[in-house]
């Protein structure tokens, strides 16, 4: 199989109830895992595209307009960078990249505070973003398995805002999952490890 679903990058019970060990069982265990047999599925009968990486099956599924493919294969990408950033252990900016959000943004609580508004005012299922474009800072949103390895933009942190990363858990308060989320829980070291996209290879496979 050319795919698979990456193991977390912590145990499953390591956020407490902030992330539940239920909802990385229904959430890797079911839904990340269904993308990755789907994009399987799909890739089985396409040739052109036997032992590509999943980057390059994203751009190319783009290209051909195969939206089923396109929609699977980021699926797979989008969930393996999202557990990755996350951390168990609450951590906050430092060096190059603490510089850059007092630059773009004021502070850390005002990127936050715009990362927030972002993940909260999305409508219906897809992820917010920090992403950097060209040389700047963006908060943007994207729709349904959209990413920003198809818009040219380095992802930099994301938020998932389908429901079923936060039905659990929060049921449908979805300001009160991206505020714990955000406050405690994102791993700010592999951020930095984004602006050089030594991190964001990690969600390649
Ligand atoms: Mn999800």
Not at 173 to 188: G, H, M, Q
């Amino acid at each position: 199989m050319p795919f698979s679903l990456p193991d977390l990058p912590y145990a499953k019970d390591a956020f407490g109830d902030l992330i539940s060990a239920e909802t990385f069982d229904f959430h890797h265990g079911k839904h990340h895992n269904a993308y990755v047999t789907k994009a399987n599925e799909l890739i089985a009968s396409n040739e052109g595209l036997k032992g590509a990486k999943l980057s390059a099956v994203i751009a190319a599924a783009k290209d051909n307009g195969d939206k089923p493919l396109f929609n699977n294969a980021a699926q797979i990408w989008n969930h393996s960078f999202y557990w990755h950033c996350l951390s168990p252990e609450k951590q906050a900016p430092t060096g190059k990249l603490k510089t850059m959000i007092d630059d773009a943004f004021g502070s850390q609580a005002e990127l936050l505070k715009a990362l927030k508004a972002e993940a909260v005012g999305h409508f219906a299922s897809g992820w917010a973003w920090l992403v950097l474009d060209k040389d700047t800072l963006k908060i943007t949103s994207l729709h349904d398995a959209d990413t920003p390895l198809a818009h040219d933009m380095t992802p930099l942190l994301t938020i998932d805002v389908w429901e079923h990363a936060y039905y659990i858990d929060y049921r449908n308060a979805r300001p009160d999952y991206v505020t714990a989320l955000l406050e405690n829980a994102i791993n700010w070291e592999f951020v930095a490890q984004n602006l050089d996209g030594k991190g964001v290879s990690r969600a390649d496979q």
